[in-house]
């Protein structure tokens, strides 16, 4: 009996270790699998094109006071090139739009230029770049500043300064302009000779105040110009001669209104608010405007409102 359960035991035992050596290969767990590469991903800076440049109004000084005339404008510039106005410019390049009061004035590509204030008080003078003919925004600044009349004695001084000529004649005839505002006795107001000035010309049949070159003859714009570009160059400019900028940029003081100066194709062509200004062949003495009207596209300069 014990030698039969003894060969029983053996048996089991036996058993026990083939079924460990010969049973199937254990499957690796789902936990032995290589774990999936996680994606990863590189955020990249914006483009931004470069620096779109800055615009500083040096003078007139925030909180200055200036004399009612011709006044100084002068800029500083960074990242920022000024080139002649143009289709294409590059970001970083073009011109600086001037505005006083909330109104455009003109475009500048000097640094340091003139412009006529006639309005005595507070003025805000702003400035902004312009690249392709469109304004940056973020470039726009601005400078407050006070205009005040000039002082009986030192208006003809001051006029002489600022490039309103010598109060000792009326040069091509500012007091034969037909406007008693112009002359009015006062020999203050009536220096010269002006950039701009003003006349009585026949147009269509009609006396009007007109503005003029030094010579008396009648300024006209082109509907096809900008404030920044002149369309009439070659031999347009010989039938229509552009109005050149030649000494100081000055207007008359009767004159609403403001000069600026772009650089053209034909030099430097005097602007009156936003018009590139221009004499006609055609005309051959003060108070004709036979240019009015030609080709629906030429018309006679008047005072601004």
């Not at 699998?33 to 500083?56: F, I, M, N, R, W």
């Not at 300024?219 to 031999?235: K, N, R, V």
């Amino acid at each position: 009996m014990a030698f039969r359960l003894r060969t029983m035991l053996a048996l089991s035992l036996l058993l026990a270790l083939m079924a460990g050596c010969g049973g199937a290969p254990a499957t690796p767990s789902a936990s032995t699998k290589p774990a999936a590469k996680a994606k990863t991903t590189t955020s990249q800076p914006p483009a931004t094109g470069g620096p779109l440049g800055t615009v500083t109004i040096v003078a007139p000084a925030a909180g200055s006071t200036v004399t009612a005339g011709s006044v100084t404008v002068q800029l500083a510039l960074s990242y920022f090139q000024f080139v002649s106005p143009r289709t294409g410019d590059a970001p970083g390049t073009g011109q600086v739009e001037l505005s006083v009061n909330g109104t455009v004035i003109g475009v500048f590509t000097f640094l340091k230029d003139t412009i006529t204030l006639k309005s005595t008080g507070p003025q805000t003078l702003t400035a902004e770049l312009l690249t392709n003919g469109k304004l940056i925004p973020s470039s726009k600044t601005s400078v407050a500043f006070t205009v005040t009349a000039p002082t009986a004695s030192s208006g003809a001084s001051s006029s002489t300064s600022s490039g309103q000529g010598s109060s000792s004649g009326s040069g091509s005839g500012s007091t034969s302009s037909g406007s008693t505002t112009s002359s009015g006795g006062s020999s203050s107001t009536s220096g010269g000779p002006y950039t701009v000035t003003s006349h009585q010309a026949t147009v269509s049949g009609h006396s009007e105040t007109v503005l003029t070159d030094t010579q008396g003859l009648t300024l006209y714009y082109l509907t096809t110009d900008t404030s920044t570009t002149s369309t009439c160059t070659g031999s347009c400019a010989s039938i229509w001669p552009p109005l050149l900028l030649s000494g100081t940029l000055s207007l008359a003081p009767n004159l609403p209104g403001y000069l600026t100066v772009i650089q053209d194709a034909n030099g430097a062509q005097v602007v009156y608010d936003g018009h590139p200004l221009y004499t006609y062949s055609g005309d051959s003495a003060p108070g004709q405007a036979n240019g009015q009207g030609l080709l629906g596209t030429w018309f006679v300069v008047t005072p601004s409102p």
